[in-house]
């Protein structure tokens, strides 16, 4: 908590100008911000909402000018008031704080500030002079005292753009951005601010569960923009140039032959740690116990929902970058940490994933009993089917445990592999299923029968094989700690289930074995690595760790931004021996923990447009095979898609008392058209 002195926040004026700081009360307006790096505290902050000085020595006029130099810059120059208004604003108020006489009165530059809010077409102008306002309306003493100091101030800080889907992304995608080029017809573009983030793209585009869209303020409107099928149309079109490809000449010069790096596992964390180190200039192994990259992206998402060719195009990016895989080498058998460190590896990142399946803690459960399996192992034999393999065929009823994407993935397999009838069993309501809502409605769509508020007590075999599972109703309780509804056993309802296949998809496990006690990792009570979440790093020095083997079962986009993280703060521990400090992190993190995107009304009112979807084949074609359900959307579909975006840019800066120092940048660069 701070002591606010002066200052505009969400139409709240406060006025402490005058008083002795210690008579000033803390302000509960915004919570942690009294540093914003070790020892360098907040002076002030401006944002959409106003701006709050904490330090009665901050120069206002030039704070002002450094927020407005901000938007400025950063103008799309689609529209006149937001890119001459803001330029004629910032000319103005650098004149003032120069102690020079501007081109108009202090009237003026307010009106020109007031019509580029409510003018401008995207929430940058509309909101970047939020701030500017609030001085002129309540503080214009405060900036013609500012205007008459003779010496230009010094003062020191930051500025940075965001908007609301950009912060809830875990990659921070530039969305925004990659759906403007686009509109302007310049696909290829769209698709480099996407790569530089990560190279799986068009991946990304298909089973992405696109936090990013769930915080689209046109969801205020009418529905969000789509912004997954916009990214896998840029994606699939430049594939169908025949130009999605990469080269050793598209990576920084090649840094020292003895900086080598190895990346444990070649899943999406893997992957994209491996991607951005290559594009950095080192030299990276990747270590992969099976025979294929991709992990459980590859051996875990139906080819209905992620064609495979399409994803080994895009884990290839890694040899193109001359990166090397070294396949079928498994960790604890083949190698360990130590025995890399002793081959020259100066670091290594562990991308272990979670292979092995959880059971299901009923009674009578035997993993080795026929008829029962887990949805991993379900996973893979439906992988080794589809690539003909191992051929397979289901007949009778099949009854899938759990309610995340997993457990949808093995029902909607299991019907496309002949079974009779598919259930999936789920203790808790369907508002409580942590699956994506489009693969629980797609469930539906192909006749899966679901099974609410239910669990399996016990299993019943005979002669060594499945015969019935027992099931129970379960009743709710009251809410807990996290805001959701417990559920316990409803005495007296228990029942037998006729069950010729169970499936166990309730969680997954890191595999024990790969990790020994001389290795030195720290592991938590459920086996999965201790990292600093931060900085990805691992109780052993050198040795960093992302993915699902850190965070649990997780998303897609999750382990990537586990594996760029990483590939950041390896580089970092490379060149200076330690992670550098990094500015764009924390001041995200400000407003995370101040929900300063959580908005709930539009500036300006907007017409309401038709969101495009996906074409779907029709349930019943699509129940037969393993083809890619989700078509593809026009040219025509996605420019208009595009225009549904508003640009929902936000402009935050800080004054501090020192120097911000420089940390890792915030992306890697890859060619804008590869």
Known sequence: MARVHYGVWNGVVHNNRGITPIDIPISSELSGIDTFNEGNHIRAFF??????????????????????????????GKCTPCRVGTRLVLNALDQLRQGKKPPGSWDEIRMLAEQIRSTSLCGLGQTCATALLGAFDHFRGKLEEDALTSQMPQQYGMAYMTSPCIEACPSKVDVPSSISYLRNGKPTHSLGVILQKYPMAATCGRVCLHFCEMACRRNLVDEAVNIKSLKRYVADYQRSLNTYSFSKSMAAPAQPPNLRVAVIGAGPAGINCAYHLLLKGYHVDVLESSQQAGGMAERGIPSYRLPKEILKSETDTIESLGGKFRYGMTMGRDFSINSLFDLGYKSIFLALGCSQGALLGSAGEDPSLEGYVSGIDFLLQVHKHVDGTRPMRLSGDVVVVGGGNVAMDCARSAIRLGADRVHIIYRRTREDMPADSEEIAAAEKEGILFHYL????????????????????????????????????????????????????????????????????????????????????????????????????????????????????IDDYLHYGRVRFSPVNRISQILKDNEMLANECMEVPVKSQVRVHHPELDPEVRRQMFGEVEQPITATQAYAEAERCMRCYRVYSVITESPIPEGHTLETQPPAAP
């Open 454 to 569: 239910t669990h399996p007590t016990r299993i019943v075999p005979e002669n060594g094989r499945l015969k019935e599972i027992e099931l129970v109703a379960m009743r709710q309780t009251a809410l807990d700690p996290s805001g959701r509804r417990g559920v316990e056993p409803d005495p007296g309802t228990d029942r037998l289930f006729k069950c010729d296949l169970l499936i166990a998809a309730i969680g997954q496990q890191v595999d024990r074995a790969a990790l020994t006690p001389e290795d030195n990792i720290k592991v938590n009570k459920r086996g999965l690595i201790e990292v600093d979440h931060s900085t990805q790093a691992t109780s052993r020095a050198g040795v960093f760790a992302g993915g699902d083997c850190t965070l649990g079962p997780a998303t897609l986009i999750h382990a990537m931004t586990n594996g760029l993280n990483a590939a950041r703060c």
């Open 47 to 76: 944002g959409d909402k106003g701006f709050l000085v904490f330090d009665p020595g901050v120069n206002l006029l030039d704070a002002l000018w450094r927020h407005m130099a901000k938007a400025a810059q950063e103008s799309c």
